[in-house]
């Protein structure tokens, strides 16, 4: 029997290169092989365009490096030529500028001289002798001299850069060069003034003028100038002579070394940056490009068209599994559009990315309605806006409760219904989270259920046995208890009987009407039994004799376990509290006739004090009159005004007798529309009286366009009047100098609590307040003067109170010394709002 040799496969690495390739591909997955499929032809193609690239820019930057060393080059040489050219031209100038200093020259050998040498050397324009004055000795110039640029003999050297740059020389004592700016119909020049001086003694310059042109055609090598394009500029980068190639906007180069304009520039020496000569490469061809390069984009091109057409074969393998995958996905479509729950889908935002069927048919809402949909949704009830968005931040954020979350949900025709919602974590095929998935499941019919159970055992916990009132339930028209509680039990024992007698004392029907004829129906016709309850409900006290009990009896409807519609019945023992609210009432008798014997006191005392002040008036009138009558200085028009006045204060006075009673009852006061300005003159006409007896000098101040108020006058002015009399005792008491014995009554609209109101304030110049009167000072017969009844201030608060205003009093500081005190109150003037039409017209009183 032969013996088996296993059979030996060969190494990968003894593979030749192409099968150890495909054994690779092979080994990679689906998605994988997808993956190198799309990438390996754009590795080419980038491949093949970084060569090129890299190919002609490595090219491409080597000529550039060549032209730029040669540019640089040959404009060195150019204006080393031009330096040469200047310096020689220099030294003969200075010669001839020697000779003038020297005197050996007048001036037609000076012109003659001059002549000869613009005639060698054209780009001289001109030479001008100027002397120490300014004034031009001698002028020779070209025949191309526009007349701008003659100088007349005789003449003074013009103001302008000239001249600075004469001055320079004649400060400097050295030749200056100097580049003029072109005239708009002549070429530029360049200047060069060379000082004249005998012995250190200034006598002028010799100006010699070049033209830019002519030094750019005479002094550039021909050589040069063919094969840049070279051209002068002065310092501001201005053309001067030649021509200039425009640099290339760098926002159209595709490439940096596309197209670019090698240039050099360098100053003409000796004349400095004023001068500048620039060359510039012309544009040459990138030249011929090796074998090298051409075999690299054939191989590469190879390559690229080989990628291509294994990725056409791949794309084609690609589409039947797509095919595949559209045809699954259908049928995963189908199966969750079939689905009864809905399915929501969020990205890691919160935006709403998918929707099922079942979903948009819960919601009322359409696909194309939700997707792509921020919070809040449109299916959030607007009543449960903010809370739907703190669960939302919370689900986005991980915070997902394991069994779910309830909540109400508004269709698109805005009924609400109750919906349990669970939250999981969406991951794609790599793992990684892309957004929230979220189920919604109808829950109204189990919730309603649920609340159903809840209330009936709701229901039965409120029977308990340890409740300390009797709790009974027997269905409507039977003598079946269903229920009682052990209070029941204690007091009618396990029968109906207690029941029914409760219900009958209480003056609740037993049993329903009947319904023998058909105009005669109960109160719960047509309702139904759940709704019984929060429909009916009665409750009475009565007092059951065989107890000897007050008890409470409260019955209410109700829909028992098996549907029968019961009666229950809470008989609660208010024994006690009916024995107390009796011994309450009689308690209450005796206070109230306690406390109308305190307010008749009240009365006497407020009509004595309030009084006071009318009948003093009434007196100094009278006074006033018996004293004229004696010395016989009245007539009858004035002691008839004056009788008008005291029978006008005694009116007063049974108002004010008329109007304190009613406070004292604590009734609303007779309040009507009044004008500020009106109240406060009454008030500082019956105030003066006291003033000008006490010598105290009284000011007062309205603000303008006050509107009125809602107040009852006669009272306001009782408040006034008190504060101003309280303020002139206090300045008197205190005996301020004559110049200090003033009292300010100012008034005017102000703020409290963002609420308009009008402020009243009484400034008195006494000595204050102390800390313990004003601890005590609202309280009521307290008082600092020895004749004071002690009523005053708390009236006056009462009165201001009434009117839903607030009185406040402070003291008044000149650093740490009290200077006086202010009394302040404010009315609120909302209610005052009134056209001014219904105002009333009321007549100042004025005592004398």
């Not at 496969?9 to 997808?34: C, E, G, I, N, Y």
């Not at 040669?70 to 050219?85: I, P």
């Not at 929060?534 to 007092?543: C, G, H, L, N, Q």
Request: glycine share 6%; with cysteine; hydrophobic share 40%.
């Amino acid at each position: 029997m032969p013996l088996l040799r296993p059979i030996s496969l060969p190494s990968p690495m003894k593979l030749p290169p192409v099968a150890r390739f495909q054994r690779w591909w092979q080994r990679l997955t689906p998605h994988r092989q997808d993956r190198f499929s799309v990438l390996a032809p754009l590795a080419a193609v980038l491949l093949f365009l970084a060569a090129i690239v890299a190919a002609f820019g490595y090219l491409r930057l080597e000529e550039i490096a060549r032209e730029q060393e040669a540019v640089k080059r040959d404009v060195e040489y150019t204006q080393q030529r031009l330096r040469l050219r200047l310096l020689e031209r220099q030294e003969q100038l200075m010669r001839i500028a020697r000779e003038l200093s020297n005197r050996e020259l007048n001036a037609d050998e000076f012109e003659s001289r001059a002549e000869a040498m613009i005639n060698q050397y054209p780009e001289l324009q001109g030479l001008t002798w100027i002397d120490e004055r300014r004034r031009i000795k001698a002028n020779v110039g070209t025949a191309s001299l526009s007349a701008n640029q003659l100088r007349a003999v005789g003449s003074t050297l013009k103001m302008g850069e000239t001249e600075n740059t004469y001055n320079l020389a004649r400060e400097l004592q050295q030749p200056i060069y100097w580049q003029g700016a072109a005239a708009p119909d002549s070429t530029a020049t360049l200047q060069l003034h060379i000082p004249l001086s005998d012995r250190a003694h200034f006598l002028g310059v010799l100006l010699a003028e070049y033209s830019v042109d002519g030094l750019f055609r005479y002094g550039v090598p021909t050589e040069v100038s063919a094969r840049y394009a070279v051209s002068f500029h002065d310092a501001k980068g201005g053309l001067l002579a030649g021509t200039s190639i425009p640099a290339r906007n760098p926002a159209n180069r595709l490439l940096p070394w596309d197209s670019p304009v090698n240039a050099y520039e360098v100053p003409v020496s000796p004349v400095g940056n004023g001068l500048v000569i620039r060359g510039q490469a012309y544009r040459a061809s990138l030249g011929v490009i090796g074998s090298g390069l051409f075999w690299l984009v054939t191989a590469l091109s190879a390559m690229t068209a080989w990628m291509l057409i294994a990725n056409w074969r791949h794309t084609r393998r690609r589409m039947q599994a797509q095919q595949a995958l559209v045809s699954e996905t259908s049928f995963r479509r189908a199966m969750e559009n079939s689905m009864l729950t809905g399915m929501r889908a969020l990205d890691l935002q919160g935006r709403i990315t998918y929707v099922n069927a079942a979903f948009c048919q819960m919601t009322g809402w359409n696909e194309s309605d939700l997707v792509g949909r921020t919070a809040p949704f449109p299916y959030w009830p607007e009543a449960d806006r903010d809370s739907l968005a703190f669960r939302l931040e919370e689900e986005l954020s991980g915070r997902t409760l394991p069994g779910g979350t309830q909540v109400r949900v508004k269709r698109r025709d805005n009924t609400l219904f109750d919906a349990r919602l669970y939250v999981s974590p969406l991951i794609d095929a790599r793992g990684t989270q892309t957004g929230w998935m979220t189920s919604m499941t109808d829950i109204t019919e189990p919730n309603r259920i649920r609340e159903q159970l809840s209330a009936s055992h709701e229901r039965f916990t409120t029977v308990l046995e340890a409740l300390d009132a009797s709790i009974s339930v027997a269905p409507l028209g039977s003598d079946e208890l269903l229920f009682a509680n052990k209070l029941y039990r204690l007091w009618f024992g396990t029968m109906a009987g207690g029941h029914l007698q409760l219900v009958a004392e209480a003056g609740v029907p037993v049993t329903p009407p009947s319904d023998e004829s058909l105009d005669h129906v109960d109160a719960f016709a047509g309702l139904p039994t759940n709704l019984l309850p929060e429909t009916e409900a009665e409750s009475a006290e009565i007092y059951m004799e065989a107890l000897g009990k007050w008890l409470e009896v409260r019955t209410r409807y109700l829909s028992w376990v098996d549907g029968r519609l019961a009666q229950m019945v809470i008989a609660t023992d208010i024994t006690a509290r009916r024995i107390a609210e009796e011994q309450s009432a009689a308690q209450t008798e005796r206070a109230q006739t306690a406390s109308r014997l305190i307010t008749m006191g009240e009365m006497a005392s407020s009509v004595a004090h309030e009084l006071n002040q009318p009948l003093t008036a009434i007196n100094n009138y009278c006074d006033g009159m018996v004293s004229r009558i004696k010395a016989k200085q009245i007539s009858e028009e004035d002691l008839l005004g004056a009788l008008e006045k005291t029978a006008r204060q005694a009116h007063r006075a049974g108002q004010i007798i008329q109007r304190i009673r009613s406070f004292v009852k604590r009734s609303a006061p007779n309040r009507a529309l009044s004008k500020i300005t009106g109240m406060v003159d009454e008030a500082v006409e019956l105030a003066e009286i006291e003033m000008r007896r006490r010598n105290v000098r009284l000011t007062h101040y309205v603000a303008p366009r006050m509107p009125a108020l809602l107040v009852d006058p006669i009272l306001i002015e009782q408040v006034l009047v008190n504060l101003l009399k309280n303020a002139a005792e206090s300045v008197d008491s205190a005996q301020r100098p004559t110049a200090q014995r003033s009292v300010k009554l100012r008034v005017a609209p102000s703020q409290v609590d963002d609420k308009p109101v009008i402020e009243f304030m009484v400034i008195d110049s006494g000595r204050g307040l102390a800390p313990e009167v004003m601890a005590r000072l609202y309280e009521a017969f307290y008082s600092t003067k020895a004749d004071g009844m002690g009523i005053g201030l708390s009236l006056c608060r009462s009165i201001v109170e009434s009117h839903l205003g607030r009185m406040k009093a402070e003291n008044l500081y000149n650093g740490a010394e009290v200077t006086g005190c202010c009394f302040s109150f404010w009315i609120p003037m909302t209610e005052s709002l009134l056209p001014k039409a219904q105002l009333p017209h009321r007549q100042p009183r004025t005592p004398g």
